[in-house]
Every structure is written in C-alpha cells, then in structure tokens.
Nanobody, 119 residues
Framework: QVQLVESGGGLVQPGGSLRLSCVAS????????MRWYRQYPGEERKLLAT???????DYDGSVQGRFTISGDTAKSTVNLQMTNLKPEDTAVYYC?????????????WGQGIQVTVAS
C-alpha cells in the first residue's frame, strides 16, 4: 500500500513563505498528474495546483502567482512553494498523485498537513 507523506507545514506570519513536500513511500509508476488541494473546516477539498507528467502546470486563481508546484515523477515527489501567504491561506493541505494502469485510474492522497497564517 502506497502512502504519501507530507511535510513542511506550520505557522507563518502574513507575507511569509512555506514549502510543502510530499513523498511516496514506494515508487509510483505511470504517474499522469500530481496535485495539491486545501480544505477549510466544513468545506470540500479545493484543487489549488496541478503538475502534469508532461510538465505543464495549472493553478487556481486564488494562488496564481504566489504558489508554485514542482515535482519529480521518477522520485514520486511533489512540492508546493507558497509565498506571500495570507490569513485566508490557513487550511489543511493535501497532496495527490494520480496514475492510470491500462484504463483504471488510481489516486493516492496524503494525510493532510496544517498551514496556519497568522501574526
């Protein structure tokens, strides 16, 4: 069973930066995308950033220009560099790695990591 382990969360002041990292416990082959989501209490997870296996990236408008997703499919790792953090970025962040075996999609999730932006 593959597990995704996140690190790098914590408390930061407004305007500060954090780097979230996500590493798979075992190598994941045939990755087609890697993503970061966040979730506010009582709400559904929201997609923030996507990195495709081809290297293209896509961002939600709320983080465009402030967050940068990067990763290495060969190492099954994905990162999220967050800058100019705002109090509204306070949430639990989840990494996600997706692959397809023949026609069957498989999704892996991290356990979630808290990011708190406050002075």
């Amino acid at each position: 069973q593959v597990q995704l382990v996140e690190s790098g969360g914590g408390l930061v002041q407004p305007g500060g930066s954090l780097r979230l990292s996500c590493v798979a416990s075992k190598s994941i082959i045939n990755i087609n995308s890697m993503r970061w989501y966040r979730q506010y209490p009582g709400e559904e997870r929201k997609l923030l950033a996507t990195l495709s296996s081809g290297g293209t990236t896509d961002y939600d408008g709320s983080v465009q220009g402030r967050f940068t997703i990067s990763g290495d499919t060969a190492k099954s790792t994905v990162n999220l560099q967050m800058t100019n953090l705002k109090p509204e970025d306070t949430a639990v962040y989840y990494c996600n790695i997706n692959r397809k075996i023949l026609t069957t999609p498989q999704r892996y999730w991290g356990q979630g990591i808290q990011v708190t932006v406050a002075s």
